[in-house]
Structures are given as C-alpha cells and as structure tokens.
C-alpha cells in the first residue's frame, strides 16, 4: 500500500492567514490526489482532485500544487469556517489511502 | 444533487455481522460512471477505504479486511449494501457511504453512522 503523510499534524492560525498543508506520498503518485475537509461530526468534503482542480462550489482561496511524491494544499487568506482537519487521498493504485489528517485550529 | 444515507444497527456484538445500506437518492446507481463506495473512521482517526461496487456488481475491496467484507448493491431500491463479519471491537467507527469516480476521489458522502462492537 502506498503510505501518505501530512505535515504538520496541526497548527493554529488566524483568520486571514495563508495557510500550508503538505502531503507526501510513499512512491510517486502522478497527481492522483485529492484532498477533503472534515468538520467535527460531519462527513469529508472533497475540496481538490487530480492535485489541483478545485471541485465545484469550493471558493477559490483553496489550492492545490505538487508533483511525484509531494503535494501541498493552500489557503491564501483563512475564513471563519475554514477550522478543521484536512486530509489528502492518494488514487493512484489501490487500496486507495488516506492522509492522518492536518487539524487547523484557530490561534 | 445526489444524496446518500446510510443505515443500519448502531450496536452489533462481537463476533456478529454487521450490516450498512446506503440509499442513494437525486441519482440512479444503474446509471453507471459511478462507483459505490464504503468508507470507515475509527474515533479520532483517520479514514480507512473498505471497498466499493459499480452497479453492475464488480466489486474491490481493501484486503486488509477482504476476507471479512461483502459489498453488494440492490438497483431497484438504488441502494448498496456492507456486510462485515466476524467483529471485534477494533471494527468500532462511523461507517459512510460515498460515491467515487473509478478508483479515485470521493464526491458525494453520506453523513456517516457510528457503529459499536459491544457485548
């Protein structure tokens, strides 16, 4: 199975801050990735796939870069309900798997 | 907009089955260009892919619980089911129903239900 990683596990920022979560993949990954946001008691939300096509309706401060083996999620300016945890997911090969998650919180 | 729920018993004893549907509605599962999948998260964790069918009934799943798990799908109810045997309490966690493009993002999630392995 392909292992992902996130860094960091969690960090506290502001609202408008720009934010970076970076995700790593065990073996090159050719841009199969997708990444969600998951509130507390809630479902994910998917927000990017294919690294860095933005889903519909997900607003434009999100985005998402990298190649091969590292892949980074941004956002440019912190929003209110932007607090929760992140999580990449590689499809490159199956199983498909998933990051540990990155919790933003808020400073 | 398609819209998915899940369903099913919130306490299932140890080494008992447990069973999930997912009932799929704003969309039709014979439509095709869609997989069906079920997805796990232990408290406080992160995500586990168990496996996913296409309407047809070709299914995948994970195989660190392939030997435990049938996935099984029900067009005319538009509906997929989960099927895990042999349960422990290492099987606790909310259980969603998504769907996927192929083996590849998730687009649609249910809202998830917790399941607990308890006697």
């Known amino acids: 199975d392909i292992q992902m990683t996130q860094s960091p596990s969690s960090l506290s920022a502001s609202v408008g801050d720009r934010v970076t979560i970076t995700c790593r993949a065990s073996?090159?990954?050719?841009?199969?990735l997708a990444w969600y946001q998951q509130k507390p008691g809630k479902a994910p939300k998917l927000l990017l796939y294919a690294a860095s096509r933005l889903e519909s309706g997900v607003p434009s401060r999100f985005s998402g870069s990298g190649s091969g083996t590292d892949y980074t999620l941004t956002i440019s300016s912190l929003q209110p309900e932007d607090f929760a945890t992140y999580y990449c997911?590689?499809?490159?090969?199956?199983?498909?798997?998933f990051g540990p998650g990155t919790k933003v919180d808020i400073k | 907009q398609v819209q998915l729920q899940e369903s099913g018993p919130g306490l299932v004893k140890p080494s008992q089955t447990l069973s999930l549907t997912c009932t799929v509605s704003?969309?039709?599962?014979?439509?095709?260009?869609?997989?069906w999948s079920w997805i796990r998260q232990h408290p406080g964790k992160g995500l586990e892919w168990i496996g996913y069918i296409y309407y047809s009934g070709s299914t995948y799943y994970n195989p660190s619980l392939k030997s435990r798990v049938t996935i099984s799908v029900d067009t005319s109810k538009n509906q997929f089911s989960l099927k895990l045997s042999s349960v422990t309490a290492a099987d606790t966690a909310v259980y969603y129903c998504?769907?996927?493009?192929?083996?590849?993002?998730?687009?649609?999630w249910g809202q998830g239900t917790l399941v607990t392995v308890s006697s």
């Open positions: 704003g969309g039709s599962i014979s439509s095709g260009g869609y997989y």
């Open positions: 073996q090159g990954i050719s841009n199969s």
């Open positions: 997911q590689q499809y490159y090969s199956t199983p498909s798997t």
């Open positions: 998504a769907r996927n493009d192929g083996s590849s993002w998730l687009d649609s």
